[in-house]
């Protein structure tokens, strides 16, 4: 029996009460933002947002749940398990902490912030593969609704391989038009929006991309898989080359709204803003395609080892 279980089945109380008391500590950190900001350390949100904030507290004793209700042999390996918190951990930083004051104020900071957001957080949810942990830790109603089929068929649909990558460029680029971008950055309820969809793409494209599994049961061959990180490549390249060798403001929000560093000028901030566009996003594509070929190895692998009756490394122990 799993750690955590009773053998009626039933939830134990404890369990229950982490949900109010993540509610009170929600509303604690909400008091204190709008009462004392200034005496807040660097770690505090800048602007507390109450979905992200239960996002990522919730999703993280989910997966501890999660864990602890796991019989050993399907516990994800302890890499896995990093790899997702610092995925979480990332995304709450650029978004609940000061940096998002910096990523309001500068605009290759706000590059940073989208390159973690899309990239780099979800890139390492995907690879610690936490969706089975995730549920397994989830109240019953909630997970009813992870298998609603109409969600699943929504899901699948967004992760077509075209669309997919089209929706993982195309939002991108849409940010970044200067007056979309200019917009965003004034409006709170669309800034909010804006940064969901980035981490619900990330999240939902690199879990396809990063899929350990061999198809079926995954939804799409290894090669598809290696086209699409490659393929998304080039258009960020070309985004980030436009935007780095702009001669002139394309945002100017940031001259606007007043830049944290005054010493580096919009044509200067917009250089280093392209070359965040450009090289990180490039560079976590080929680490992507590097995982995808490793993954399709080891199935290769243990296939080999299943005709010769050696163990076979189950996709549950994969970590890319």
Excluded at 143 to 159: A, D, H, K, N, S
Aim: with cysteine; proline share 8%.
């Amino acid at each position: 029996m799993a750690r955590g279980s009773s053998p009626s089945g039933a939830v134990p109380a404890r369990d229950y009460a982490v949900y109010p008391l993540l509610l009170v500590v929600a509303g604690l950190v909400w008091w204190l933002c709008h009462r004392f900001p200034s005496r807040l350390p660097v770690w505090a949100p800048w602007e507390f947002n109450w979905s992200w904030f239960l996002t990522a507290t919730l999703c993280a004793w989910w997966y501890l749940r999660g864990l602890s209700l796991s019989a050993p042999a399907e516990r994800p390996s302890r890499w896995r398990s990093l790899s997702f918190a610092a995925g979480l951990l990332v995304i709450y930083v650029v978004l609940q902490t000061r940096f998002e004051y910096l990523a309001e104020h500068m605009f290759f900071l706000n590059r940073v912030q989208h390159i973690v957001m899309h990239h780099l957080g979800p890139f390492l949810i995907a690879l610690a593969w936490p969706g089975t942990t995730l549920k397994r830790g989830m109240p019953a109603p909630l997970r009813r609704i992870t298998e609603w089929r109409p969600l699943v068929r929504l899901v699948g649909r967004l992760q077509q391989p075209l669309l997919a990558a089209f929706l993982f460029v195309g939002l991108v680029a849409l940010w970044l038009l200067p007056s979309v971008h200019f917009v965003a950055m004034l409006d709170p309820q669309l800034y909010a929006f804006m940064n969901w969809t980035m981490v619900v793409d990330g999240v939902l494209f690199w879990s396809l991309v990063l899929d350990p599994r061999p198809a079926p049961p995954a939804p799409r061959s290894f090669g598809t898989r290696a086209a699409l990180a490659i393929g998304v490549m080039f258009p960020q390249i070309v985004i980030g080359a436009l935007i780095a060798f702009s001669d002139h403001d394309l945002y100017p929000f940031y001259a606007w709204c007043g830049r944290f560093f005054p010493s580096i000028g919009a044509v200067t901030d917009q250089k280093f803003g392209g070359l965040i566009i450009w090289i990180p996003a490039a560079m976590m594509s080929v680490v992507a395609l590097i995982l995808v070929i490793n993954a399709l190895r080891r199935t290769e692998a243990g296939r080999g080892g299943e005709d010769r009756g050696e163990e076979v490394v189950s996709a549950a122990q994969w970590t890319g």
